[in-house]
């Protein structure tokens, strides 16, 4: 028995040890080869990150069935032609700039430092856009401001008013609500943390067009990830995807 | 020769008419033919039984045409000749004075002239009353050439013969003569020369001077359009005239600063060069330009290197209708790279899902509210149409047919862009448009469009002109080009058609494709652009970099800068007159000429001097107005023509133009002979170089114009009649001695 347990206190810490590194690495690496035959490509970002607590890294959450099903409502409710699979890739990556819009979830866990900050503001700039999603109160909002002024300290988030565009480019969303996540099933409650007023919010270039849609206080990626499961609101699911195609087409057109 | 055997000359014969003067009644003439064939056959066929048939047939066929001959010459055949008579008719001499004449080497060009209608009076003797005129900007009648000088400041010829036809109409005016290099500078057009035909009075030209003058260098004319918008770069196009190689230099000043310069080489190999300066204007307002080209000291004539002209900076906005059929980053990326240009609106309509469509920069909610223009009116109301990713059978056939007529009729561009649904794999080679287009579009059935990213480079086309340059300097241009990154896509398009240019391409794995490419048809033009990834320009570089931009709008203006106005007023002055033809159209919405319009035009300058004129229709052309206006002072003039319909306004134009004043003879320094050739061939007269210039006197002899008579010449007594029958007979000896006595 006493020989036994070095073996296993070595075994444990082997296993914590790893599963720590694997924790912190980008478990997807970004796959050229996989660039499909299709005008968009959805494409994630896959940025550091404090961690969220889950074992997970937050960029990773929903992924890939997020995607995967919001695509299939891209190709079905839209004439854009959109690839089957995502993309993943990180700030610093210059593949960044083939993929004129870009999904971030869990940004309220998001590192950005100056490199990387600047190379996204770069994209920004150069018309890219940005989606971000599922983040919650005050806490995690303070913690994604800080990094987004990194990218841009010269600009100021706004609640996006409700004639603007985004709203009307292809379905008029003029009746919005909170989309929660899956826990809504289990909790009956459609805020985590203090987060509970949603706020669409964004970032506009110099000459008004949006650069950045902030979905705060709402899990916009949990609804296209659960489309297909029963016991998740429909009316949730069908607003996450007019919201996401209207992003989309507004990026395409503005 | 031909004169020692037949009397008289080949043109004499040609001349003339044949007729017999004897006068033997037609009965006799046909009894003594019967009774010569009869004898010779009565006599050839008592010796039937003794010879062949052969030697017979060939002795009565000598005898046969020696006794025709005998007969013509008997019939006395003589040549009838219309010709003047000596001493009725008048001939006008005309001697060109003005100061290109002063030309030539040791004796002037007005010398020689004068010294052959000298010669050609002298030639002609009592033939015709010589009527002697000199003429510069008119003509005059004059007693000698002796003592003329070449003074004149322009060389008015039609104006001046039409004066000298109508002076002379009272007399019988067999033809005009005259000496002149040709070098009009009042314009001859084929209505002109029609007027001049009708007198009916051969003009014979005596071409002086000469077409090539080496030691000179001229700047024969520039082109550039009357406006353009602000901060705006136009292409002035230059022709230089040389008649050697040199080097030179082109320089543009508005006012007295210079405000581009460029060398240019002019090659030997050629007579004309043709140039292009970009020249930036940032503000509204007029300019006064001088084009100079600079050819230094070794240039005889430097004051035909100098042009003047007017351009107007205008506000002036070009739509331009954008209709996608999927949503595609190229899409947002053209929009943004025209947002910027306050000169394009861009109104776009995008097929996002099936049957939903999504606007932007419209003028009105009404505006594309049914989708596609459906009328030619609203179609037409586009300077330019982008067709992107939407196959051909969205539209309707009268949509197609509209679509080719925009560009046809209206003068509008089209340019289809590359796409899974455009071009080739969309249908469009199959449909009516496909005329309008650069390319023959491969069938739809072939998958044509890939994306694989591919570098573009400019083609030799591309390369030399302003439209896709990047940069102000070549080389820097050159370097943007090449580190632009690969466009995201392309098409295949097919093969070009003749008339078709490519300013872009690419190189493919296949090899080198066609990426850019356009053709003239009807009054506008078609493009194709056959990618939709060129938004990598702009979301590969960085941001500050408006390369894209840059593309995009200088496309755009490509498109537009010539497409056709609703109405036009075309001004049009010969260099040194003061005379200036005007030349209105007016189309309705669909492009029809509108004729049934009271049209005036008022002609202001900034000096107070005001004209008022009718324009009347031209009979040669539906919708249009024409009318000349005398306008002596140069600098920029303001014409506003208006034209309406029972009292009220249909159109107005409002446009400047600049009118360059002074001698326009240093222009016209060379000899034109093809304006010479013409008029000579247009009212039955001969060409002529000084040196065979006497001749003229011969066709003044046989003119069609004047008082004539026939003149009778025998023919019957030519040495060759007298020789056929010698031989005729020494022939039939032969023959018989030959054949043993028969």
């Not at chain 2, 931009?549 to 010969?574: A, G, H, I, S, Y």
Request: glycine fraction near 8%; hydrophobic fraction near 40%; proline fraction near 5%.
């Amino acid at each position: 028995m006493p020989k036994t347990r070095p073996s296993w206190l070595i075994l444990c810490l082997t296993l914590v040890c790893t599963g720590t590194a694997l924790s912190q690495s980008t478990v997807v690496p970004f796959d050229r080869s996989a660039q499909g035959p299709a005008e968009f490509q959805f494409l994630r970002l896959a940025y550091a990150s404090h961690s969220s607590g889950t074992g997970r890294q937050p960029w990773q959450t929903d992924w890939p069935d997020a995607e995967h099903h919001f695509v299939k409502g891209i190709n079905r409710l839209t004439n854009i032609h959109a690839a089957d699979r995502g993309q993943i890739a990180r700030p610093l990556d210059q593949s960044i700039f083939d993929y004129p819009w870009i999904y971030a979830v869990e940004v309220g866990y998001w590192v950005l430092n100056h490199q990387e900050a600047a190379n996204l503001r770069e994209y920004l700039l150069r018309g890219g856009f940005l989606m971000v999603d599922d983040f919650h109160g005050s806490w995690e909002w303070a913690a994604f401001k800080a990094s987004m002024d990194r990218v841009f300290p010269d600009k100021d988030i706004v609640e996006i008013p409700e004639s603007d565009e985004v709203f009307h480019v292809l379905y008029d969303l003029d009746h919005r609500m909170q989309i929660p996540s899956r826990m809504f099933i289990y909790s009956g409650k459609t805020w985590e943390k203090d987060g509970f007023t949603p706020h669409w919010r964004g970032i506009y270039d110099d000459q008004g067009r949006l650069m950045v849609a902030i979905n705060f206080n709402m899990d916009i990626g949990d609804a296209w990830e659960h489309a297909d499961w029963p016991d998740y609101p429909e009316n949730m699911t069908a607003l996450a995807y007019r919201f996401g195609i209207n992003y989309l087409i507004y990026a395409m057109t503005h | 020769m031909f004169e020692f055997f037949f009397k008289y000359s080949l043109e004499d014969y040609f001349r003339s008419e044949l007729v017999f003067v004897s006068e033997w009644p037609f009965l006799l003439v046909v009894v003594a033919a019967l009774i010569g064939v009869f004898g010779i056959a009565f006599g050839l066929g008592r010796r039937l039984r003794h010879q062949s048939w052969g030697t017979l047939f060939s002795l009565g066929a000598l005898q046969l045409v020696f006794f025709g001959l005998v007969l013509f010459v008997l019939l006395q055949p003589t040549l009838k000749t219309e010709q003047l008579r000596p001493g009725d008719n008048a001939v006008a001499l005309v001697l060109d004075t003005s100061q290109s004449m002063s030309q030539g080497e040791g004796t002037s060009e007005l010398e020689a002239g004068a010294s052959l209608l000298d010669s050609i009076t002298a030639q002609a003797g009592p033939l015709f009353v010589p009527l002697r005129y000199q003429f510069g900007d008119g003509a005059e009648a004059v007693d000698g050439f002796a003592a003329l000088t070449p003074s004149a400041s322009e060389t008015a010829l039609a104006e001046s013969l039409i004066g000298i036809l109508e002076s002379a109409r009272q007399q019988a005016l067999a033809g005009v003569v005259i000496a002149t290099d040709g070098a009009d500078t009042t314009g001859l057009s084929e209505r002109t020369l029609a007027t001049i035909a009708g007198f009916g009075v051969p003009i014979h030209t005596l071409a002086m001077g000469r077409e090539a003058i080496p030691a000179d260098i001229q700047l024969d004319k520039v082109i550039l359009p009357g406006e353009a918008p602000p901060n705006s770069t136009v292409t002035a196009r230059l022709s230089v005239r040389h008649d050697r190689g040199a080097s030179a230099r082109v320089k543009v000043y508005s006012g007295e600063e210079l405000i581009a310069s460029k060398p240019v080489e002019l090659s030997s190999d050629t007579h004309v060069t043709a140039t292009d300066i970009e020249l930036d204007f940032a503000d509204t307002g007029g300019r006064s330009l001088r084009f100079l080209v600079d050819a230094g000291t070794s240039d005889s004539e430097p004051r035909n290197n100098v042009v003047h002209t007017g351009l107007s900076i205008v506000d002036q906005s070009f739509d331009v209708l954008y209709f996608e059929g999927e949503p595609r980053w190229e899409y947002k990326f053209l929009r943004r790279a025209l947002e910027t240009d306050p000169h394009i609106n861009l109104v776009s309509m995008l097929r996002v899902s099936e049957n939903k469509f999504y606007r932007q920069g419209l003028s009105s909610a009404e505006q594309l509210k049914t989708g596609f223009p459906q009328t030619t009116e609203e179609l037409f109301s586009f300077d330019a149409v982008i067709i992107g990713s939407l196959e051909a059978a969205l539209l309707s056939e009268q949509q197609l047919q509209n679509l080719r007529d925009f560009v046809g009729k209206r003068g509008g561009t089209l340019m289809l862009l590359a796409g899974p649904r455009g071009l080739g794999n969309g249908g469009w080679g199959q449909t009516t448009v496909a005329d309008a287009l650069p390319v023959s579009l491969p069938s739809s059935s072939v998958e044509t469009f890939f994306r694989d990213r591919v570098k573009v480079s400019l083609t030799q086309a591309g390369r030399v002109t302003p439209t896709f340059k990047l940069s102000e300097s070549d080389p820097e241009s050159g370097e943007i080009w090449k580190d632009l990154p690969e466009i995201a896509n392309y098409q295949n398009v097919g093969p070009l058609k003749p008339a078709a240019t490519s300013w872009l391409e690419a190189e493919t794995i296949d090899g080198p494709v066609p990426i850019l490419v356009s053709q003239p048809y009807g009054q506008g033009k078609g493009v194709i652009l056959a990618t939709a990834g060129t938004w990598r320009w702009q979301m590969g570089m960085p941001f500050e970099d408006l390369s894209h931009e840059k593309f995009w709008q200088q496309l755009l203006r490509f498109m537009v800068v010539d497409v056709l106005p609703q109405n036009t007023l075309v001004v049009n002055q010969n260099r040194g007159s003061s005379l200036v033809s005007l030349r209105a159209n007016f189309r309705d919405q669909k492009y029809d000429d509108v004729d049934d319009l009271n049209v005036t035009v008022v002609a202001s300058n900034d000096l107070g001097d005001s004209e008022t004129l009718t324009m009347i229709r031209s009979p040669e052309e539906v919708g249009t107005f024409v009318t000349d206006a005398t306008l002596d002072a140069g600098g920029t003039w303001y014409f506003e023509v208006l034209a309406r319909r029972e009292q009220e306004t249909w159109a107005s134009i409002r446009q400047s133009h600049f009118l360059e004043s002074g001698p326009g003879e240093y222009f016209r320094v060379r000899r034109d002979t093809g304006l010479l050739k013409r008029l000579s061939d247009a009212t039955g007269g001969s060409f002529f170089e000084p040196e065979n210039a006497l001749d003229v006197v011969e066709s003044l002899r046989y003119s069609s114009s004047g008082i004539k008579e026939f003149r009778y010449r025998s023919i019957w007594d030519a040495p060759v009649m007298f020789l056929l029958l010698i031989l005729i007979k020494s022939g039939e000896w032969l023959l018989r001695r030959r054949w043993r006595g028969i």
